[in-house]
Structure formats: C-alpha cells, structure tokens
C-alpha cells in the first residue's frame, strides 16, 4: 500500500465493483476526508450510490485506465507518479 506508515496520510482501499475484494461502504466514505478514484466511471459509482454521504468530500480523479490486477508494479508505479503530491 502506497500510504502504508505515511506520516501525514492514513489511507484504505476499496472498490465500486460487486467482485471487489473490499467494497466501498458508507463507513469508508464517512472514513474518508478525500476519495482518490482511477476512472470517471468510478466517481460516477460512487457519486450514484452514496450521493447524500459525499456532502463536503472531495473525490479526485486520477485518470489511470483500470486495467491491472492489485499490487500490479506498474500500477503501483503509475500510483506513485500520480499520486506524488499527496505521498511528497
């Protein structure tokens, strides 16, 4: 996990799809102070499902194409890139 021991950032994982290994649930959202998706479609999901939930929490689209499997290195390569501001 990319966050994993960060000294400012403390982070959890979930998805939008049903075949999910951890699905997104209101508790992660109320969880959460920012949402970081890959996709578009993902925001669309999240947005679609727990509208009244998100009220004062920024989601950010990092557009990277959902195509790999979790821990992919080049995902996490590509996570890091992207994700530079946040973990710097």
């Not at 799809?17 to 996709?39: F, G, H, N, P, Y």
């Not at 939930?53 to 990277?64: Q, S, T, Y």
């Not at 080049?74 to 994700?83: D, H, M, P, S, Y």
Request: charge should be neutral; charged fraction near 25%.
């Amino acid at each position: 996990m990319l966050f994993k021991n960060h000294p400012l950032h403390h982070a959890r994982s979930a998805g939008t799809s049903s075949k999910a290994r951890i699905k997104i649930t209101q508790k992660l959202i109320d969880w959460a102070e920012v949402i970081l998706v890959m996709e578009r479609k993902h925001k669309e999901n999240i947005t679609g499902s727990f509208r009244e939930a998100l009220n004062g929490k920024e989601i950010v689209v990092l557009e990277i194409e959902d195509i790999y499997q979790f821990n992919d290195p080049e995902l996490i390569l590509v996570l890091k890139n992207a994700l530079h501001d946040y973990l710097a």
